[in-house]
Nanobody, 122 residues
Framework: VQLQASGGGLVQAGGSLRLSCAFSGQTFSTYTMGWFRQAPGKEREFVATMARPGATTRYGESVRGRFTISRDNAENTVFLQMNSLEPEDTAVYYC????????????????WGQGTQVTVSS
């Protein structure tokens, strides 16, 4: 499996960004997809996860109500729409894939993308 994240950048507080993660190598619909982030000097933090098509989503407490995870199974891509961005959202964002099992634990994910930097200025 290969994951290619994109869409990061510099945005002012209150702005929006949409991250994308292209999945290839195996059957996309059999994987739970997750987004995580890591700020300098901090541990990797759960952001959002979505299981197989039409299944449950779950969000980290700090992003709930502002971020939305979605997936396009025709294009093997998972998205993270980020609205009302805050300086505290500044981090490298990673997408990850876990076969079959739905989990929020980053240590259980099988595959990781390279990360995309999101910087929110105040």
């Amino acid at each position: 499996v290969q994951l290619q994240a994109s869409g990061g950048g510099l945005v002012q507080a209150g702005g929006s960004l949409r991250l994308s993660c292209a999945f290839s190598g195996q059957t996309f619909s059999t994987y739970t997809m997750g987004w995580f982030r890591q700020a300098p000097g901090k541990e990797r933090e759960f952001v959002a996860t979505m299981a197989r098509p039409g299944a449950t989503t779950r969000y980290g407490e700090s992003v709930r109500g502002r971020f939305t995870i979605s997936r396009d199974n025709a294009e093997n891509t998972v998205f993270l729409q980020m609205n009302s961005l805050e300086p505290e959202d500044t981090a490298v964002y990673y997408c990850a894939a876990k076969k079959f099992v739905w989990t929020l634990d980053p240590s259980l994910y099988d595959y990781w993308g390279q990360g995309t930097q999101v910087t929110v200025s105040s």
